[in-house]
């Protein structure tokens, strides 16, 4: 099996201007021989999706897609395909605020990232559990759940889960390392029940919530862990350059 290559990704979520694409150099600069060893993936707002891919500076990525594949009569939506047209190689499907927010279950996720497949995308797709749920002790139970709900049946390696406690993200709280050694575990196994070992093994899995340049050097060792979905900490080109170079793959270029 070919080594998994790292993948920090940032989610800017609904922030930034098109000026703050200048954040994408910026940090693409600042990375310097590390962009060898890691991909760096920007995924902005969804009107600046196009203009982020013009760049060529790093892959790009949409935050959001509709689960519908066809073109339709469908107002404010995005189809997979269109992210496509306009240059992206990935889009995050899940992200528990779309779930919380929009009221998107599994079964729509799934749709989504079955359409992300069929035009050509890597869905980077999100799962995790509630604080309530981890105080239940049903962390893994949950995200189990959610992992052969949302991720297509035989989906290809080139996949990406992101494991996202709710409670992690945006909160400056995160899983100790041995929790999220726990659960990165357990979600390659409900993957490898899911899609397969092989594609399982090939699938990249994210640790995502509060990752900081404070963080990243733990997180990113910690066994099974194949790379970030990075949220505030993406949006200014010093701080997220930081995460980067904390990748132990790094200081291997
Ligand atoms: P923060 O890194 O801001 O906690 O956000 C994480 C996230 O939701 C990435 O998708």
Request: glycine fraction near 10%; include cysteine; hydrophobic fraction near 50%.
């Amino acid at each position: 099996m070919t080594p998994r290559k790292p993948l920090i990704a940032g989610n800017w979520k609904m922030h930034g201007r098109r000026a703050d694409l200048a954040e994408i150099a910026a940090t693409m600069r600042l990375a310097g021989a590390a962009r060898e060893g890691i991909e760096v993936a920007f995924c902005p707002p969804a009107a600046y999706v196009a203009a982020a891919a013009a760049l060529g500076l790093a892959p790009v990525g949409g935050q959001d897609c509709s689960g519908q594949q066809g073109d339709g009569a469908r107002t404010g939506e995005i189809s997979a395909a269109m992210l496509a047209d306009c240059g992206a190689a990935y889009v995050i499907v899940g992200h528990s605020e779309r779930r919380a927010q929009h009221g998107e279950g599994d079964e729509l996720v799934c749709a989504k990232a079955k359409a992300a497949f069929a035009a050509g995308l890597s869905p980077i797709i999100c799962v995790g559990e509630s604080w309530r749920e981890r105080e239940a002790g049903r962390a893994a139970d949950v995200t189990a759940a959610q992992i052969a709900a949302s991720v297509p049946e035989s989906a290809p390696a080139n996949l990406v889960l992101a494991y996202e406690p709710v409670w992690a993200v945006g909160s400056d709280r995160t899983p100790t390392a041995a929790e999220i050694a726990d659960m990165h575990r357990l979600a390659r196994e409900a993957l490898a029940a899911r899609i397969g070992v092989s594609a399982a093994a090939g699938a990249r899995i994210l640790y995502g919530g509060s990752v900081s340049a404070r963080n990243a050097a733990e997180i990113f060792s910690i066994t099974g862990v194949d790379g970030a979905l990075v949220g505030r900490a993406s949006l200014k080109a010093a701080d997220f350059a930081a995460i980067i170079l904390a990748h132990p793959a790094a200081s291997a270029h």
